[in-house]
């Protein structure tokens, strides 16, 4: 395993984790996800991610009872919180960035993975409604209760991004270190240019979500749409309408015939890709089965494949790169 620092914090992140969402809770069994951890922490990876909002929390839950029963010790791994999404409840005070809902969404989260602090919490969208200063205030509040150790966004522009340093620093409050964005072959504005200065202004970290587009950078999806898959998953129609069209299955078609070449199969091409970006602190890996796994976690050593010609090969075939405004 590789490590290297969240953004410009001390912490020392695998560049490869685990994540929870849609499985933990809801598509795999507890056994399974207990599998799934173990492989991960015996291959290195010191990264869990979690939200309030998945599986209504019992995505916490059953990753808490895990680390319960492994009882690996708190300082060899790191697991995170989303707040935003509240865990179900619909009432105005059960949701958002305020004060109250981030109080009490910390608490719940920890009492669902039964433990004393979290290492990351994370807005999981900006909130509209609520003053970032509130926002801000509260994170900072929570650092020095020891309840959290550092926190971040997800799915926040660059410019709000900013104006939460702003507030923190003017203040001398702890402002946000990481960002969680999507990013994979399909989609990259964010990661690519809309970041770009302010990974260098203000050292941000990104951990991204679905480098494989759900599933469909898997290939699995490209001749015939296989039974027992997320994008066939009930309640998911607006997830497989965004990832499942033909222009991206032609694209992965295109894909798959390069990864055969260099004899990686898709998946860890698609995963590699993203490591091969600087700015990514972590890719979040989303795994229904041992075996994707196992074979999620060689992109490491595949991504040394991905020689500057390869990357152009492979630029040819998405033909999407975003344009810098500057450029
Ligand atoms: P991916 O895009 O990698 O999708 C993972 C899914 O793809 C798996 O569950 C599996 O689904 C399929 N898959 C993975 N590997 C393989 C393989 N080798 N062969 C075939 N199929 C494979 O990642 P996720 O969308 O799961 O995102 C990763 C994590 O990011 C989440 O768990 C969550 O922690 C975080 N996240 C954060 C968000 C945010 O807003 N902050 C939003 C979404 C995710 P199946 O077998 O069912 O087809």
Redesign the pocket.
């Known amino acids: 395993m590789e490590y290297n620092n969240l953004g410009k914090s001390g912490l020392q992140i695998s560049r490869l984790s685990l994540?929870?969402?849609?499985?933990f809770g809801k598509?795999i069994g507890d056994d399974v996800a207990e599998r799934l951890m173990d492989i991960a922490y015996e291959n290195g990876i010191n990264f869990f991610?979690?939200?309030e909002i998945y599986a209504r929390g019992k995505s916490e839950e059953v990753m808490g009872a895990i680390l319960k029963k492994k009882n690996w010790s708190r300082d060899s791994y790191i697991v995170s919180s989303?707040v935003f999404f509240g865990n179900g409840g619909q009432l105005p005070t059960q949701k958002g960035l305020s004060r109250k809902h981030i109080f009490e969404a910390c608490e719940q989260a920890l009492k669902r993975f039964q433990l004393d602090y979290l290492d990351l919490f994370l807005c999981?969208r900006p909130d509209k409604q609520t003053p970032i200063e509130e926002t801000v205030w509260s994170m900072h509040q929570l650092i020095m209760q020891g309840k959290i150790l550092y926190w971040g966004t997800?799915?926040w522009s660059a410019q709000e991004i900013m104006e939460a340093h702003m507030f923190a620093k003017q203040n001398h409050l702890i402002g946000p270190i990481v960002e969680?964005p999507?990013y994979?072959m399909f989609t990259r504005q964010k990661v690519e240019v809309e970041f770009s200065q302010i990974y260098k202004t203000v050292g941000l970290g990104t951990t991204i979500?679905?480098?494989?587009?759900?599933?469909i950078l898997?290939g699995?999806y490209n001749h015939e749409f296989p039974s027992d898959?997320?994008?066939g998953m009930e309640g998911l129609d607006w997830l497989k309408e965004k990832n499942f069209t033909v222009e991206r299955i032609d694209v992965v078609k295109k894909l798959s015939a390069l990864a055969a070449d260099l004899n990686m199969?898709l998946?860890v091409l698609g995963l590699a890709w993203c490591l091969k970006n600087p700015n990514v602190s972590t890719v979040?890996?989303?795994?229904?089965?041992e075996h994707?796994l196992k074979?999620?976690l060689t992109s490491l050593e595949a991504k040394e494949k991905l020689t500057p010609e390869i990357m152009d090969q492979i630029e040819g075939i998405l033909s999407n790169k975003p344009v810098h405004p500057d450029h």
């Open positions: 994540g929870s969402w849609l499985t598509q991610d979690n939200a989303k999981h997800s799915e969680q999507e994979n979500w679905s480098p494989l587009a759900s599933g898997s699995k898959t997320r994008l199969s998946p979040i890996l989303g795994a229904s089965k994707q074979e999620n």
